[in-house]
């Protein structure tokens, strides 16, 4: 596994998606060249199923980060809630478009993923990647996750602490970034 550089690219934010960015979501899963798609997917996806995914993917129990180069998404990382499970427990899947990976998006939305999971009770987070997917393992290790591998899947779990004043304030803080980034144009445009 290549080590992990810090991303260079000085316009990268990182913010929660909204209803509005929907087809920019719907754009990044469809550039992801055929493997990264295979490993998000766990297995090979068509656009057509792409599509109807994205249009069932920002509801009540979803919250989705994205990596942004200026303007376009390159990276994102969903965080479900499974209602009905006690105590709460949520899934995790992250994306990251060939020419970003290796540079510690993935790290830095699944830091974000584990703070929103904190903050809104989730006993249990859970990541699944097929067992050859080393970038996955080694992100789920490093956030001290503990793992499973069974009939060529993994499964990751991590415990997130219970929520405090640092945890909300840290989502908060992100948020706040996230949202002026957003409606900064000298920012978006990699002029500020």
Not at 23 to 35: G, I, M
Not at 93 to 115: C, K, N
């Amino acid at each position: 596994m290549a080590s992990v550089k810090p991303i260079s690219t000085p316009d990268v934010t990182i913010r929660r998606l909204w209803p509005t960015d929907i087809t920019s979501y719907r754009e990044h899963l469809l550039r992801l060249d055929p493997d990264s798609r295979h490993s998000r997917f766990g297995g090979g996806v068509s656009d057509s199923y792409i599509g109807d995914y994205v249009d069932t993917s920002l509801r009540l129990d979803t919250l989705i980060y994205g990596a942004f180069s200026g303007p376009k998404l390159i990276a994102a990382g969903e965080l479900r809630i499974l209602f009905g499970a006690w105590p709460l427990r949520a899934e995790t899947a992250f994306s990251v478009e060939r020419p970003y990976q290796d540079h510690g998006l993935g790290d830095q939305l699944l830091t974000r993923i584990i703070t929103a999971a904190r903050n809104r009770g989730i006993a249990k987070l859970e990541m699944q990647c097929l067992s050859h997917n080393q970038r996955m393992r080694h992100l789920a290790q490093k956030h001290h996750a503990e793992l499973t591998t069974a009939d060529g899947e993994t499964e990751a779990q991590l415990v997130p602490l219970t929520f405090n004043p640092i945890s909300l304030f840290e989502e908060w803080m992100g948020e706040a970034d996230g949202t002026l980034s957003r409606l900064n144009p000298w920012k978006r445009s990699g002029l500020n």
